[in-house]
């Protein structure tokens, strides 16, 4: 009887927080996911059907794609996308090469000043690019680089965020396989390139996505320092659609937003799974 | 205007590769921004290249420059980094911002007396309110609005009233919103009688209520407000009564951007908004709709609002001359004339109202007159030294009002306090 008596409580006990532990984070991620959803349910809704239907629900409203036509139409989107896609490419080419370059430096060179150095570049990420905007259009003006698209690009190449995450991620490899493959008779050049690169591949993955994400949506200093159709990236073209003195027209304006957003939404699902395990690995949350 | 002068270091950039060929001419940057849909940006585009056609001698380039705000930011931004456009459409409120940041240069010294006279003098007097000071011209009044009072005919009729005639007067206004007003078994309000969206810039919209009720918000030097003013806070109580007190309105905050949604959609019956929505509405509107002057207290009024064309002050003389030339050309009467019929904004000149297009135009669409009749009445926008921060101000007390925070008196003697701050370095 007692041995049953206390038995029970334990077996409810653990039957109980097992459960409620469980269904609980379900519950939260289901409702996280939910929110994070609905917009996007909304901008697919709203693009498929007819405008009277902005904030109307039918589950039988007719189905068009007029919305994308007249999106497509009101702006040269072709060439928006061009120009994004050079510049997403070139940016993450560029802090790739930099930042590997830098981050190699400060990981595993000692040198004068390199404290001092490596300080400098993480101060980089206290200040705002914002408050840089004027000085940043300066030094454009000076390259003689205003309206093109290097000109978008080159403020964001040397990013300490970029040096400061593959520097952490080069300490970690083991300094036996450095000195290894130096006893083999590998150069510097040629330890970062056989060693050091292909173990940080989790952490360049992690980063070039949110380095192609961050530069794809990017849009005041594309807006200011580039005038003309050749140079200007998507979100700036996407821009026209949000007008506020004659309404906005929701099921245009999402139709845009869809097929601006569309390549990197359909990207990341096809990667996920690689994206969220490097994301794990590389230890950025 | 046609002297020679030769391009500066900026060859590297795309555009300027694009117009090698024009080598010897004028070269213009134009800023414009756009509220008002995308055809708006395609018609200056095309008005641009029609002068450019037409006067080899010039080349301008018309740069699209996102919203009112956008605009601004990249205004500043280029003329700060030293390479301003020679002329930008900017709002007609930051001409304060931009004389204290030393960036603009008045009109005056680059016309002639009789142009002064004919072309300056050629305005209407109320969008000339928030484009002068000083007894100097800084403005030149381009995409000008006004807001104006638009009615559901068929709501009206359903309700019983006269479907032809609009409130005349703020006691009208309750009246029929109460009429207007419905609601379904439970009490839930399926049509409200108005809409005066509030969200964002409260103070644009509020004017349409203090200037009624006979006050001025701001002096026209720029550095003392007014907002505690008896008549104001009268004002600011008439609003919040619309939902509080009559329950005619939606209370809370009102987005501007799906308020002619609202309107189509039949959820209020009358809405205030700019005459920048006439295009939209007379497309849209799945009834008959009828537009009119803002309801009147005292008298009647309205703000002024919308952009101007603005000079940069670091540019040659000769961009100087032929950018003035060009904004000659595109506020002249025929090219007011188009601009106005294609976005809905108020063509900013009395001749431009008498040109064949215009006449057909208001012929076959009359609600296109009342903006430009209300004009008569109308009043400069808000606007002041640091005007950021003051129209904040007022912003945070018409929102805190509105949402039943405080009390129409507290919030706007605050705001005045707080306004007085700011402004005291400029008197």
Redesign the interface.
């Known amino acids: 009887m007692s041995s049953k008596a206390l038995k029970l409580p334990q077996t409810i006990d653990k039957f109980r927080s097992f459960n409620f532990d469980q269904s609980l984070s379900t519950f939260a991620a289901w409702c996280l996911a939910i929110l994070w959803l609905s917009p996007l349910v909304y901008a697919v809704w709203t693009a498929f059907h007819p405008s009277e239907f ?2 109307r629900f039918d589950l039988f409203a007719p189905l068009t794609l007029q919305n994308f036509v007249q999106a497509w139409n ?2 040269p989107f072709a060439r928006y996308f061009l120009n994004t896609i050079i510049l997403v490419a070139g940016i993450v080419a560029a802090q790739f090469f930099l930042c590997t370059l830098a981050a190699y430096a400060f990981a595993r060179f000692t040198f004068p000043g390199r404290n001092i150095l490596f300080t400098l570049v993480l101060l980089q990420l206290l200040v705002m690019p914002d408050i840089l ?2 000085q940043n ?2 030094t ?2 000076s ?6 698209i290097a000109a978008i690009g080159l403020p964001y190449i040397a990013s300490g965020f970029g040096i400061f995450l593959l520097r952490q991620t080069f300490m970690t490899v083991p300094k036996e396989l450095d000195e290894a493959a130096r006893v083999e008779g590998c150069s510097f050049l040629g330890v970062l390139w056989r060693v050091y690169i292909p173990l940080a591949k989790p952490t360049y993955l992690a980063y070039g996505l949110v380095s192609v994400s961050h530069h794809w949506n990017n849009f ?1 200093w594309p ?2 320092i580039t ?2 159709v ?2 200007r990236p998507l979100t ?1 073209g996407l ?11 929701w099921s245009v304006i999402n139709a845009a937003t869809l097929m601006t957003s569309g390549p990197l939404l359909i990207a990341f699902l096809l990667f996920q799974r690689q994206f969220v395990q490097s994301f794990v690995r590389a230890g950025i949350k | 205007m046609f002297q020679k002068i030769f391009k500066i270091a900026s060859t590297a950039s795309l555009t300027s590769l694009a117009c090698v060929g024009s080598a010897f001419a004028v070269d213009l940057e134009f800023y414009f921004p756009v509220a008002v849909g995308g055809a708006a940006a395609t018609t200056i585009e095309k008005l641009t290249a029609d002068y450019v056609a037409a006067n080899p001698g010039v080349n301008i380039d018309a740069i699209y420059a996102g919203s009112y705000s956008d605009a601004g930011v990249k205004a500043l931004t280029a003329a700060r980094g030293g390479k301003p456009p020679q002329i930008s459409v900017l709002l007609s409120t930051q001409m304060f911002t931009l004389i204290d940041e030393d960036v603009i240069t008045p009109f005056d010294d680059f016309v002639s007396a009789e142009e002064k006279e004919s072309w300056i003098g050629g305005f209407y007097p109320s969008f000339m309110e928030n484009s002068q000071t000083g007894g100097k011209t800084y403005g030149i009044p381009f995409q000008r609005s006004t807001p104006v009072l638009y009615w559901n005919k068929a709501a009206f009729a359903e309700a019983g009233l006269d479907p032809e005639i609009a409130p005349a007067t703020w006691d009208e206004m309750v009246d029929f919103g109460k009429k207007l007003t419905k609601k379904d078994a439970s009490g839930n309000v399926s049509q409200w009688g108005v809409r005066i969206p509030s969200a964002g810039f409260p103070y644009w919209l509020f004017q349409g209520l203090s200037t009624p009720a006979g006050a001025i918000l701001a002096n026209s030097d720029g550095n003392k407000t007014n907002f505690n003013d008896p008549k104001v806070v009268e004002a600011l109580e008439y609003l919040v009564d619309l939902s509080a007190k009559h329950g005619i309105m939606q209370p809370g905050s009102i987005e501007w951007g799906p308020t002619p949604k609202a309107f189509f959609e039949g959820e209020t019956a009358m809405m205030w908004t700019t005459t920048g929505n006439l295009v939209n509405v007379r497309k849209n509107a799945p009834f008959d709709f009828g537009v009119a002057m803002l309801p009147a207290k005292e008298r009647r009024g309205a703000p002024t609002g919308g952009g101007n064309f603005y000079l940069f002050k670091d540019s040659t003389d000769e961009q100087k001359d032929a950018a003035v030339a060009f904004v000659q050309w595109i506020t002249a009467p025929e090219q007011a004339a188009i601009w106005s019929i294609a976005t809905g904004y108020v063509a900013p000149r009395p001749d431009a109202w008498e040109t064949d297009a215009m006449k057909a135009y208001t012929k076959d669409f009359p609600p296109a007159l009342i903006a430009r009749d209300q004009l008569e009445f109308a009043v400069a926008e808000l606007s002041t030294f640091e005007n950021g921060k003051v129209t904040q101000t007022l912003n945070d007390a018409l929102a805190a009002a509105i949402a039943g925070e405080k009390t129409a008196k507290d919030a706007l003697d605050q705001a005045q306090a707080t306004a007085d701050r700011i402004l005291k370095p400029y008197r």
């Open positions: 902005e904030t009101e702006a905007i004027v259009y300066q454009m003006r390259l003689g680089l205003i309206d093109t005041v807006l200011i005038n003309s050749e140079t700036v821009s026209i659609f949000a007008v506020t003195d004659s309404g906005i027209q």
